[in-house]
């Protein structure tokens, strides 16, 4: 069946996640082939279908048994951490305890009837344990995002993340009439549960047992998603682009990856959206990339565009002062037309006697970006006339130390508001990209010194690699700066391009006649190569000769050239080019 192609996140490089996988067996997934979504769908199926089966419930082995070790709290391994209230609860056996057991695709949707026949109902890639009261609150909705207007359904603190209440989106779940926001640490888990889903079953049969599988599909139309009275050969649930979103903001972590492998002890299949998180982009956009690619040529921070290496930050951390002015962000912001994807990131700042103020990305523990060149995000110019007081600063370990920059001493390119800026790693002053902790956006300034009142829209914030340089060349300029003729010799000049810079020029060959020649860079510009000189005897005549620039890389590139000497009078002569006409 065809399938819908989401593409609006995933746009414009190939690459890998940089995670810690799991460890699938040796050549689990060699016949996989992620030359396109469609090659992928099809290759990859045959890999994960066709699983053993548990049953439901049952005096043998069966779904309460693996999911109470696949969701152990990794703390306490005599209870359960469960998928949406994070709440530990001892493990109880067989039901009961207050937890029961989610089905994050939901079994109206498409095989209600549970039965030996039916593999989705009791598929463990997709059931977690959940605090019975969310479950229930939960019901059958549909995976969307919603806002601040939505019931609050909080998380419990533990494992060092959830609680907290009052704030959207906060650590909460939020629940509205027909859907559900999953809280930030969940997300992911459930939306690759979804995309094993409509992955794994294809519709068919079973290649061992010979029963009927039903085709299920995710979509953004909620209109298909609608429950049916029996197993059905087809169902559909969502919404697609929000399991997307999720995927991304919540990036797969060890306790998730212990869980894939857990599950597959038993039925003898993985999730390979755990394994390899960067396929969700070649299934449903096409953006594909060979197993075991070069690292991403980006590192997405706050990003929709640059999404297959995401780089998670664990919260923004609001700044405030001694009066309580406070710069508010809010990361799914709506009021203007994106730059990528769907949101903006906001930013609110007040001039109300306040004279420091920004907000900073906070990472859970150091990350290596020293692969890395720029950092590079987009801001709306139009909104804050202060903006370019704005002072970017990355930090390392050593917090408070390294230098931040100003957005006035860079030139933006404009994509109407938004100025897309680009800034080298090398211009922030004793960061250490190797141990990168923080970002912040500090102090827009209006006169007086106090912050510019208003929002600053920021999208699509990343560190980038520097694209390869154009191939070194090798070329001669005809027209020397004015002044240059003021004695008797001529100044060649030779333009390299391309390479790394800084250039040397030299002469490889030439004749017949000997010359004292001096060959240097340009004093008006490095990468322009003068020769000039004396012949070593008054005789006119033309001097062939090869020329050569070295670049910072080692590459060279030559040309060549005849220089023809006029004699004058004395031992004075000019060189001039072949190719000026004499």
């Known amino acids: 069946m065809r399938r819908q192609l989401w593409i609006s996140l995933f746009v414009g490089f190939l690459g890998i996640f940089p995670l810690t996988r799991a460890a699938p067996p040796a050549g689990y997934y060699n016949s996989v082939e992620a030359s396109s979504g469609t090659t992928l769908r099809a290759t990859l199926h045959e890999v994960i279908d066709d699983h053993q089966r548990f049953p439901y419930t049952s005096t043998a082995i069966d779904t309460w048994d693996i999911l109470e070790q696949a969701d152990e709290n990794p703390t306490d391994p005599a209870a359960i951490l469960d998928v949406y209230k994070n709440t530990s609860f001892p493990k109880f056996g067989g039901g009961g305890g207050g937890y029961n057991r989610e089905h994050t695709w939901p079994s109206s949707y498409g095989f209600p009837n549970d039965n030996s026949r039916n593999y989705p109902y009791s598929d463990c890639h997709h059931l977690f344990l959940s ?11 549909i995976y969307s995002q919603c806002n601040a207007a939505c019931a609050e359904k909080p998380t419990a603190f533990n494992g060092g993340v959830g609680g907290g209440t009052g704030v959207y989106p906060g650590q909460s779940n939020w629940r509205s009439t027909d859907g559900w926001e999953t809280w930030i640490e969940s997300r992911g888990d459930v939306a690759r549960a979804l ?4 992955t794994r079953y ?33 169902a559909y649930m969502g919404l697609l682009s929000v399991l997307i979103q999720w995927h991304l903001q919540d990036p797969v972590d060890a306790a998730e990856q212990a869980r894939n492998d857990l599950i597959y002890s038993y039925q003898q299949n993985r999730n390979p959206f755990i394994d390899h998180p960067e396929w969700v982009g070649c299934l449903y956009a096409d953006v594909c990339s060979s197993i075991g690619g070069p690292l991403s040529s980006e590192l997405g921070i706050y ?44 930013a609110d700042y007040t001039d109300s006697g ?22 590079k995000f987009a801001l709306d110019s139009s909104q804050m006339p202060g903006y370019a007081t704005l002072e970017v600063k990355p930090e390392d370990g050593d917090i408070g130390a390294e230098s931040g920059v100003l957005l006035s001493n860079y030139t933006p390119t404009m994509s109407g508001n938004w100025a897309i800026y680009e800034i080298p790693l090398t211009d922030f002053a004793d960061f250490n990209p190797s141990n990168f902790t923080l970002l912040g956006f500090w102090n827009p300034q209006a006169s007086g010194g106090q912050l510019t009142f208003g929002t600053l829209y920021f999208d699509d914030i990343h560190f980038a690699i520097a694209p390869p340089p154009d191939p070194l060349s090798l070329s001669i300029n005809y027209s020397p700066p004015a002044g240059t003729m003021s004695q008797a010799y001529y100044w060649d000049g030779l333009v390299a391009a391309g390479g790394q810079p800084p250039y040397t020029f030299s002469v490889l060959s030439g004749g017949p006649l000997t010359w004292s020649l001096t060959l240097q860079n340009a004093p008006w510009d490095n990468s322009i190569g003068t020769i000039w000189g004396y012949p070593d005897s008054p005789t006119a005549g033309t001097q062939s000769l090869t020329l050569q620039v070295t670049d910072a890389n080692t590459n060279t590139a030559t040309v060549n050239t005849q220089i023809k000497i006029n004699f004058s009078s004395g031992n004075l002569c000019c060189m001039c080019h072949t190719n000026t006409g004499f």
């Open 131 to 141: 605090d019975q009261g969310y479950n229930s609150s939960r019901s059958n909705n």
């Open 195 to 198: 995309f094993y889903l409509d």
């Open 202 to 234: 294809e519709g068919g049969v079973h290649g061992t047992t010979g029963f009927s599988e039903p085709d299920l599909i995710l979509t953004d139309d909620a209109n298909l998603i609608t429950t049916t009275g029996g197993n059905a050969g087809t």
């Open 303 to 346: 990003s929709e565009s640059h999404t297959q290496s995401m780089l998670s930050y664990a919260r923004i951390i609001n700044s405030a002062d001694s009066a309580g002015n406070v710069t508010n962000t809010n990361e799914q912001n709506l009021a203007i037309p994106p730059f990528d994807g769907i949101y903006v990131l906001s």
């Open 354 to 375: 306040k004279t420091s103020g920004g907000f900073i990305f906070e990472f859970v523990a150091g990350r290596d970006v020293s692969d890395y060149q720029t950092l």
